[in-house]
């Protein structure tokens, strides 16, 4: 009885930790919500908060009450997760409803504490259309506000770079237009996340962000090509906007394009190449014998029976060399001669490849056939050509080209005659991709703040869509990426989807 006596409590003991355990594991399982960490009700409104998140669309749904969120005081309901350092939050908002209130809100909010009275920043879009940076400096101080000349943005960014806060805000289409705050130290560690507020305590309002990201970006100092951060695989429905991640790695993935029937995305990541299964969700290297130093620059034939790469030979002083090989893998078959040569297009017959080759210190547009032979010289004009490829009836190639001072797209006749120009804007537009409707080119923009000459990693960059014919563009995703985000022809065979890459440091 003695030994019962003594190990009972003990053993008691055990049983309640281990319900204690299961039951914070239990807690934290409820309140965690999607990629954030917890949800509650800031300032206790009348009516408790939800947060919702949908895993097969990847979207939040989110209802909050709460009286205001202005003044020395705020009333509202978030979804959060505690963050270091500089990050770039990024979603795509709307109310569900009419609503009541013209100054019930939702957007990004990024705060020193939970509680009401807590410095923050915020970017804030109102029932009536206001969007706005509001942001309180100290704990218990007083609301201030920037008024964006933008109304009824439902695309919302919010980038922390060191005390510094920058909004950007668009109509879905529409370029980012920029609002900043400075000098706003909310401490080391921050809660940062999406809310709801009712702007009136009787009533609840609703709202579903989707496409949302907390991405951190690449340090200042990092080296490219040698120093890398993670990827996400993503695919988006271009009908609807809609975006989700269906592969994740702390690797540098690069530059995803659809196999023919469908089924497989092909990418490349630290020289190899992967075949990536939409339906197991499961890479596997595809066997290339000894190309191993393959850059982004695959293309598939328009039949999806071959795979172009573009290798570094060490026997060719380590320059990019073009190679075919079967698109289930095994041993290249050389084409090119020499170096440097970038893989872009195949003609849709299947009997030449197009590609950016350095000839003389000059990278211009060349085509040879696909089975070897005699390269020939497209393109002569100073300034580097880049990007080309061919329309799904052969008539036109279309690339992008420095000769009018910024990069932006053109097209020519498949013999290299009658360039014409096709985007003449701000920015620095890359690698034209045709649907295989022959309807659209969707392309990579990079800001003018980038040199016309490259196309780095880790930018902010914008995806286009364009009729083929050029004309209006609109934007289409708003992406933290650039350098193999979509370097080679990503439409799905329907031309219904696109895949694409984009980044935000894992390790």
Known sequence: MKNRRCHLPKALGVV????FISTIQAFSQQNSVGIFEGQTD???????GSA?????????TLSGSGSNMWAERDEFHFVWKRLRGNFILQTQAQFVGKGVEAHRKIGWMVRSTLEPNSAHVNATVHGDGLTSLQYRKTAGGITEEIKSPVKGADIIQLEKRGNNYVMSVARFGDTFTDSQISDMPLGDEVYVGLYVCS???????KAVYQNTRIIIPAAENFVPYRDYIGSNLEIMDMATGSRKIIYTSPDSLQAPNWTKDGKTLIYNSKGKLFGFDLATKIPRVIDTDFATGNNNDHVLSFDGKWLGISHHSRDDGNKS???VVPVGGGKPRRVTAKGHSYLHGWSPDGKFLIYTAERNGEFDIYKIPSAGGEEVNLTNSKGLDDGSEYA????YIYFNSARSGTMQLWRMKADG??????TND????????LSPNGKWVVFLSFLKEVSPNDHPFYKQVYLRLMPVQGGQAKVIAYVYGGQGTINVPSWSPDSKKIAFISNTQMK
Request: aromatic share 14%.
């Open 52 to 60: 919702i998140f949908d895993a097969e669309n990847q979207r939040y």
């Open 199 to 205: 702007h009136n305590q009787a009533v609840t309002e």
């Open 321 to 323: 060399i073009i190679y």
């Open 16 to 19: 309640l930790f281990l319900i």
């Open 426 to 433: 701000e920015f620095n537009n890359w690698f034209p991709h």
């Open 417 to 422: 005659s009658n360039p014409e120009q096709l």
């Open 42 to 48: 800031v300032g206790k409104p009348a009516q408790s």
């Open 392 to 395: 799904p009836d052969g008539k």
